[in-house]
Each structure stands twice: as C-alpha cells, then as structure tokens.
C-alpha cells in the first residue's frame, strides 16, 4: 500500500507542478501569451483537483430530525461494528447500498437504495447496515480521500486523452502525439487498481464480518441471497412502471399503483423458492457472480460466513421499531414508487 500512496501523491504533485508552471508563465508574461498559456494551465489543474466527495443528488436527504428511528437503528448497527454512526442518510431508487464521508467536515452519508430495502426482511436490513457501516471500520484505502480523489484525477486525464474518433488528418496526428501519454495513464490506473484490490476484496470480507455480527450470520447469508434476485427485482420494477394504469400521475389510479408498487416488489421476491436460490447460487459459482468489480465473488463471500462458526445478532429489530421507521419513510415509499412510475426504472 506504501506504493499505492506513492503513486497518488505523485499524481496530485503533477497537479500542482501545473499551477507552479501556469504561475510562473502569468509573472513572465511574454508579451501577453504567457498570461494565455498560464490561464490555459490553471484551467488544466483546475480539472484535475482533489475533488471532496459531495452530498448525492439523486435521493431523498434523511436527516435525524426526519426519521430518529432509523437513525437509532443505525446508530446501534455502528456501535457494533465500532465506529462512528452516519450523519444523513439519502434514500434513492437504485437496488444497491453504500458509505461515503463529504466535504472537509467528513459528513458520513449512508446511501440505502429503497428498492434493496424493500426486498429484504428485518433483520437481514441490519445485516446490510452492518455490512455498509463496517467499511468505516475496515480501513478501506479505495474510499479514502488521498487514493480516490488521485483515481479521479487520473480517470480525468485518460478523458482528456482518449483518441478521436474518425479523426482528421490533423487529429491524426494529435492521437499519435498522446499515444505515449495515453498508455501511460492507462497502466498506472491499472498499477493502482492492482495495488488496491486485494485491499479493498479484504475490505468486503471484513465488513461481511460486521453483518453477520450485527444482524446475525443466517440473516447476512440470506441478505446476500436477496443479492442474487437483484435483476429479478429490478425486472418487476420495470414490469410495475410500464404497466398500463389509465391516469396521469397524481391521479388515483396512478397514485394507487405508487402504493402498491413496493408491496409487489417485495411479494415477488419473498415467493423465489428455495430451489430457485439454490440454482442461482450454482451457477453464481461457476459465472463468478459478484455485485460489482470491487467486490469478490458472492459464492466466496458466502462461504466464508458459512465456514466461520455462527454467530447470533447484537442488534434485533422489534415490531414497534420497525413499524416506526415504516412510517418514517412512508412519504419517501410514496415520492419514489411515483418517480419510477413516472420515469421508468432503468437500474
């Protein structure tokens, strides 16, 4: 990892040997074209600053004073996995989950996708906040602000590199010049990709650790499961969106289906047989399925679990608590379910 560090740090002192240099052309001068040149400069390490990972649009913001219910439970999760709890937590319509810290205060920000909560029972929801809030705890290198603002900026330079397509003669030209420069950038995203997966793949594995104690082990195998069904879900989703309702939106029908829309997800995915679970987990296996690239495969993640010796949950979710945050989020259910009708869901 020393060297994964040496190499965002290298990256970032390129940024800032631009502005030294767009600096030193404005104090030149040159007739004026060294006040072009550097401006051109500044513009450049403009792009490629250490950019603070911002609050996420896309969702509805849930702060403590919106919903204390849900913020206590995860307030519980944390504490269990031996962190510091969330600070917001925004609620969209992806069928994923995920941490991440904001701005120069490190705001936590818990992102829960609604579709993913609504697929999973009590307590394997407390699986997926254990898993999420234990990435706090992990050290996860990938998340932190030195290496993932450094991918960021590298990704900006193999844009700003990217051949032309169809070029003209001209451009040509330009896509043999940055062919050297191009290829170079490419094989340090892949030097720090290397560097960092094994971390991040052991990341995953620890805060799989921290679901299992939180919610249990049975309801982290079983939250991993749900994982399984995601496109399953995802294609209910979509059938409920382009369903023929009879209304504009707002109207009664159209409102009555926003209603609905959850219950229907969750009916379809609590009918999957065992069976059915059991087929998708081979071949699961034999395909490599895993959520994304960042994490290991979810046969591997699975068995891991199963081969540790079982462990009961620290945190049980009552009825009278989740009844509670049920109603918390009973107006974000409503203005979601209305925006996939609306929209469509594409996830």
Same mark, same amino acid.
């Given at each position: 990892?020393?060297?994964?560090?040496?190499?965002?740090?290298?990256?970032?002192?390129?940024?800032?040997?631009?502005?030294?240099?767009?600096?030193?052309? &404005?104090?030149?001068?040159?007739?004026?074209?060294?006040? *072009?040149?550097? !401006? +051109? =400069? #500044?513009? %450049?390490?403009?792009?490629?600053?250490?950019?603070?990972?911002?609050?996420?649009?896309?969702?509805?913001?849930?702060?403590?004073?919106?919903?204390?219910?849900?913020?206590?439970?995860?307030?519980?999760?944390?504490?269990?996995?031996?962190?510091?709890?969330?600070?917001?937590?925004?609620?969209?319509?992806?069928?994923?989950?995920?941490?991440?810290?904001?701005?120069?205060?490190?705001?936590?920000?818990?992102?829960?996708?609604?579709?993913?909560?609504?697929?999973?029972?009590?307590?394997?929801?407390?699986?997926?906040?254990?898993?999420?809030?234990?990435?706090?705890?992990?050290?996860?290198?990938?998340?932190?602000?030195?290496?993932?603002?450094?991918?960021?900026?590298?990704?900006?330079?193999?844009?700003?590199?990217?051949?032309?397509?169809?070029?003209?003669?001209?451009?040509?030209? &330009?896509?043999?010049?940055?062919?050297?420069?191009?290829? *170079?950038?490419? !094989? +340090? =995203? #892949?030097? %720090?990709?290397?560097?960092?997966?094994?971390?991040?793949?052991?990341?995953?594995?620890?805060?799989?650790?921290?679901?299992?104690?939180?919610?249990?082990?049975?309801?982290?195998?079983?939250?991993?499961?749900?994982?399984?069904?995601?496109?399953?879900?995802?294609?209910?989703?979509?059938?409920?969106?382009?369903?023929?309702?009879?209304?504009?939106?707002?109207?009664?029908?159209?409102?009555?289906?926003?209603?609905?829309?959850?219950?229907?997800?969750?009916?379809?995915?609590?009918?999957?047989?065992?069976?059915?679970?059991?087929?998708?987990?081979?071949?699961?296996?034999?395909?490599?399925?895993?959520?994304?690239?960042?994490?290991?495969?979810?046969?591997?993640?699975?068995?891991?679990?199963?081969?540790?010796?079982?462990?009961?949950?620290?945190?049980?979710?009552?009825?009278?608590?989740?009844?509670?945050?049920?109603?918390?989020?009973?107006?974000?259910?409503?203005?979601?379910?209305?925006?996939?009708?609306?929209?469509?869901?594409?996830?």
């Amino acid at each position: 990892m020393v060297f994964a560090y040496a190499i965002a740090f290298a990256v970032h002192a390129v940024t800032v040997v631009l502005i030294a240099c767009a600096l030193w052309c &404005v104090v030149r001068g040159w007739g004026g074209l060294g006040v *072009l040149l550097g !401006g +051109v =400069l #500044l513009l %450049l390490a403009w792009t490629l600053r250490p950019r603070l990972t911002r609050l996420p649009n896309d969702g509805q913001v849930i702060r403590r004073d919106d919903a204390p219910s849900l913020h206590s439970l995860v307030d519980e999760v944390a504490e269990v996995a031996g962190t510091r709890s969330v600070d917001v937590i925004v609620v969209n319509t992806d069928i994923n989950a995920s941490v991440m810290t904001c701005g120069l205060r490190g705001q936590r920000v818990l992102t829960l996708g609604l579709p993913l909560w609504e697929m999973l029972r009590p307590q394997q929801r407390i699986a997926l906040l254990g898993h999420e809030l234990g990435h706090y705890s992990n050290g996860d290198t990938r998340r932190g602000l030195i290496i993932a603002t450094a991918y960021r900026s590298l990704l900006t330079w193999r844009y700003y590199l990217a051949p032309t397509a169809d070029p003209t003669p001209v451009e040509i030209v &330009v896509n043999l010049v940055y062919l050297v420069p191009r290829r *170079l950038i490419r !094989g +340090v =995203l #892949l030097i %720090l990709d290397r560097l960092t997966s094994s971390v991040a793949r052991r990341g995953e594995y620890l805060a799989d650790s921290f679901a299992g104690r939180a919610g249990s082990t049975e309801a982290a195998v079983e939250f991993m499961d749900r994982l399984l069904v995601a496109e399953s879900a995802a294609t209910t989703l979509r059938r409920e969106a382009n369903k023929p309702r009879g209304g504009r939106r707002g109207s009664s029908r159209a409102v009555e289906g926003a209603e609905k829309l959850w219950e229907v997800l969750a009916t379809d995915v609590e009918s999957v047989p065992e069976h059915e679970y059991e087929r998708r987990r081979r071949v699961g296996a034999a395909r490599g399925h895993r959520v994304d690239s960042s994490h290991p495969p979810t046969h591997l993640r699975r068995e891991r679990l199963l081969t540790c010796p079982p462990v009961p949950a620290t945190v049980v979710m009552s009825d009278e608590h989740e009844r509670r945050i049920s109603g918390e989020l009973a107006a974000v259910r409503r203005l979601l379910a209305e925006e996939i009708i609306r929209d469509g869901f594409d996830g």
